[in-house]
């Protein structure tokens, strides 16, 4: 399907505007799993000045949904409506600062954040490495892996709300709680500051390793997956659950319910977003009736079925 294209609109209603504009922009090269409809309307921000000014232009009843890149995001085959904002090349700066810190843009991959600390011995962001994401979305998750979350070494945020307003936001400020953020959902994060300890580079690199093997030894890292599909409920593991329920390679269509680890679904090569989700929710039903606990859902799921 496509939308109608308002790119024109926006445009008029934001002079100066220097980041792009697409109609119809699809989105599904930009998931891990490869799937779901267009965009009506991508933007991708020149820097952080350029972002302030099209929210602050963005008229209030135009939907916006932040992505980032895509490893844990569900496109559904409708497409999303309205805006979808993704932070590029401008937002995935990383640099190393005194006081064994480490700032880093929201567009910047999990990954490139754990290795400049790890080469500038900087130890306890080695955990980053377990995150296929940007820190955008670790900020907004508060991820976590190996041990390790964003809480346990955030300083402080910045984000950009509707208006185009800057906003500082402590450790404190952000509310953590597992796999969750307080802020308002309007805000846009653009930047993140962390803080570690002095380090072995050399140990925390072979910790970094350590986290890489185990990664490719036990989770379908290879395939067109969402990452882990669901919280992990007080006291339980959801894949265990998942398990238990009978679910292991339990398939919808062209979706799977991995064989290697069961709170990652894949997409086997065909699979539309519908029966992605659709198998999701025939997890959760199963694991309902044969444990009482209704898992939620980790993976972010955008648009119209």
């Known amino acids: 399907m496509s939308f109608p294209d308002i790119t024109a609109e926006l445009a008029a209603a934001m002079p100066g505007l220097r980041g792009a504009l697409l109609a119809n922009a699809p989105l599904a090269p930009l998931s891990w799993f490869r799937t779901g409809g267009p965009a009506q309307v991508l933007f991708t921000p020149a820097d952080e000045d350029d972002l302030a000014l099209f929210l602050a232009n963005l008229p209030e009843g135009v939907p916006l949904t932040v992505i980032g890149l895509g490893s844990n995001l569900l496109v559904r085959d409708g497409g999303v409506p309205g805006v979808v904002l993704r932070l590029g090349k401008a937002f995935a700066e990383v640099s190393v600062e005194g006081g064994s810190r480490v700032r880093a843009g929201a567009g910047a991959p999990d990954v490139k954040v754990a290795r400049a600390a790890a080469e500038a011995g900087i130890d306890g962001l080695a955990f980053l490495r377990g ?20 809480k346990d070494v955030l300083v402080e945020a910045r984000a950009l709300d509707r208006k185009g307003r800057r906003h500082v936001l402590s450790c404190a400020d952000m509310q953590f709680s597992y796999r969750h953020a307080g802020v308002p959902e309007e805000f846009v994060f653009v930047e993140a500051l962390f803080e570690g300890r002095p380090g072995d580079p050399a140990e925390i690199l072979a910790r970094m390793n350590e986290i890489t093997e185990a990664r490719a030894a036990t989770q379908p890292v290879n395939t067109r997956t969402g990452g882990s599909t669901f919280k992990n409920p007080d006291g339980a593991k959801a894949w265990q659950l998942v398990d238990a329920a009978g679910c292991r390679g339990l398939r919808i269509g062209q979706a799977q319910v991995s064989e290697m680890h069961c709170n990652f679904l894949v997409n086997l090569g065909g699979a539309t977003a519908t029966e992605i989700e659709n198998l999701g929710e025939e997890v959760r039903r199963r694991v309902q009736a044969h444990s009482g606990v209704m898992l939620a859902w980790e993976i972010k799921r955008v648009g119209v079925a």
Do not use: D, Q, T
């Open 131 to 150: 995150i296929p994401g940007a820190v955008g979305g670790a900020l907004r998750m508060n991820g976590g892996a190996y041990g390790g979350e964003v």
